[in-house]
């Protein structure tokens, strides 16, 4: 039945009447909610300890994004389950913008690693926009015998278990970047994890491990600082600040990884607040202050569309996954 309909008894016009004015009400209320947004102080969860690179991004952004939002953006540390808890806390959490997760590329590896999360990586989750990229290092210690990846991967085919890498952990991004350094190549480096790349950098330099996969943002002071030889980045062009450093897929064609720190929500965000959310973050990631703090940290300032983020998140995964499956490795 049509809202006004002349052939309708004249108190079903009525009721259709009220109802429309009620709902336009709601509907009027609903878009000015999210034209408003935001109302109060957002929270931005990191699942990372103070210091990570988890935090440093987030805590970067935070402070340019309460700016333009003129409100103020609250950053929580919730480490626990590799970023699980700060992650469960938000996939709970009213999507009416109010609550963000800062999080790291582990978003998508832990799905391909873990038996079980306690969310959907993908749907449980608003894709808002990344932050930054980087590469993973691939280096020895400056003593080191090997000076070119292909060096060290002829070793390694040719003496298996011989050598050891070093991660932060089992199914990180640095784990998965050895063990698809394995499968691509036959070599069988050994992987030895750490609970973080501080201890892990102590055995490299002690030769108590041979090599480092690492993150861009950690393994450039590295590098830089003259205590790590960087044999190659896998990302897919050579970063400025490592002139003469080639990207990996010059050895390995099919090799091209860049790890990431960006902006997740609770699914369902109303499109207003999803799309504010997004220009304000791709504008803070445009100011020159802010894009050359990204870089500094061997990163490169990069802000997606939803879209584009949620694909590039299925991608890793599916990715990923393969290279457990390749590998044989326990899922936890």
Known sequence: MRIHDPGAPVGVQRWCLAMAAI?????GAAVQAQADYPTRPIRMLIGGPPASSGDIGGRLLSTRLAERLGQAVVVENKPGASG?????????AEPDGHTLLFTASWHSTAAAVKKSL????????TFVSTFMTYGMIVGVRQESRFKRLEDLLAFAKTNPGKLTFYSVGPG????????WINSLTGAEMVHVPYKGSPAALIDLLAGRV???????TFGLQQVVGGKVRALAITSR?????????PPISAALPEMEYESWLGVLGPRNMPPRVLERINREIREVIA????????RDLGAIPRGSSPEEFRIRSEREIARFKSIVAARRIPME
Do not use: K, W
């Open 287 to 294: 100011t020159p202050e802010v894009a050359q703090r990204i």
């Open 118 to 125: 306690p969310y959907d990586t993908l749907n449980d989750f």
């Open 210 to 216: 041979d090599v480092m996969v690492d993150t861009m």
């Open 84 to 92: 699980a808890v700060a992650a469960l806390e938000v996939a709970r």
């Open 237 to 245: 062009e050579p970063l400025a600040a490592l002139p003469g450093v």
């Open 23 to 27: 709902l336009g009400l709601c509907h």
């Open 172 to 179: 990180s991004a640095h784990h998965l970047i050895g063990e």
